[in-house]
Each structure stands twice: as structure tokens, then as C-alpha cells.
């Protein structure tokens, strides 16, 4: 089984998790499929950040969510679930201001979309 089936695999294995709000068992899975990533994997690499950053929501993290968001986002700057990840991020945080920023910066993004 190569690398990619196996991080495939276990992020499948993290979203049943995160589904079934076993936060425990998802963050492990996601982690274990970053390290299987490759690097020339980015699209999944995103994915895997974007998901272990709900995860981090969900147990109130908000510095890794953060974190995991930013990863995600450095991978691919235009996905909005990581904006709003971050966004949710930065508002726990107490960072109110920045969190506003992003949001609007999402909804933008959002717009174009419809628009196009």
C-alpha cells in the first residue's frame, strides 16, 4: 500500500471520527496521515490541515487550530473552509479584529464566486 493510500485512508478513518465526535481519535489520524503525506502531495496535505484544524475548534485549541489553518492555507492560499477555520481561530483567540478581516476576505471570495 503506497504512502498517498494510506494517508487517503486515514483521513477517511479521521472524517468517521470527527463525525462521530471522537476529536481523540480524529486529531491522531490526521496527524499520522500528514507524516504519511508526500510533499508533492499538497492538495491533500491542505485538506489534512484544514480537517485536524476543526478538530482543534472542536476541543477549543484555538492557537493549533490556528496553526493548522495557516498550514493550509500556505499550501493553498484560495481555501476558503481554512479562512473560515481561521477566522473561527482568531475570534477565540480574542482576536476580533483579525478574525472580521478574514471573514470579509471570505465573503469576497464567496461573491466572486456567484458572480463568475
Do not use: C, W
Not at 471520527?17 to 481519535?25: E, H, L, N, V
Not at 496521515?33 to 472542536?58: H, I, M, W, Y
Not at 475570534?91 to 464566486?113: C, M, N
Amino acid at each position: 500500500m503506497s504512502a498517498l493510500s494510506t494517508a487517503e485512508n486515514l483521513k477517511i478513518t479521521a472524517n468517521n471520527a470527527f463525525s462521530a465526535k471522537d476529536y481523540t481519535k480524529a486529531q491522531a489520524d490526521y496527524t499520522k496521515a500528514l507524516a504519511l503525506a508526500k510533499e508533492s502531495e499538497s492538495d491533500l496535505k491542505a485538506t489534512l490541515f484544514q480537517n485536524r484544524a476543526a478538530v482543534f475548534l472542536a476541543l477549543n485549541d484555538y492557537s493549533s487550530a490556528l496553526q493548522d489553518s495557516n498550514a493550509a492555507l500556505a499550501l493553498d492560499p484560495s481555501r476558503e473552509k481554512a479562512i473560515y477555520r481561521r477566522a473561527q481561530a482568531l475570534e477565540g483567540l480574542g482576536k476580533t479584529s483579525d478574525a472580521l478581516k478574514d471573514l470579509k476576505d471570505l465573503v469576497r471570495s464567496l461573491f466572486r464566486h456567484i458572480t463568475t
